[in-house]
């Protein structure tokens, strides 16, 4: 699945390069859109959903462990400071 997400985020990057429709000011999406606006927001929905997948898949599960070995107060009563 990790090398999924990596293909997919070299596809994504490549797609954004929209330079078909970078010169067309008169096809509108849902009669009010420019398509070129409306082929950006498919790619940021795209881009969440890729985002969203990176994160399951390839973020470290240990992320958010404490080290075993980390530094503690003491808990043993010397006095009030």
Do not use: K, L, N, Y
């Given at each position: 699945m990790r090398q999924l997400v990596f293909f997919l985020i070299i596809l994504l990057t490549v797609l954004h390069q929209d330079f078909w429709w970078r010169d067309d000011h008169r096809t509108l999406v849902l009669g009010f859109l420019p398509v070129s606006l409306a082929y950006h927001i498919g790619v940021s929905v795209a881009a969440t959903v890729l985002w969203g997948m990176a994160c399951k898949y390839c973020w470290p599960r240990d992320v958010d462990v404490p080290d075993?070995?980390?530094?503690?107060?003491?808990?043993?009563?010397?006095?009030?400071h």
């Open positions: 075993s070995d980390a530094w503690t107060p003491p808990t043993s009563g010397r006095g009030g």
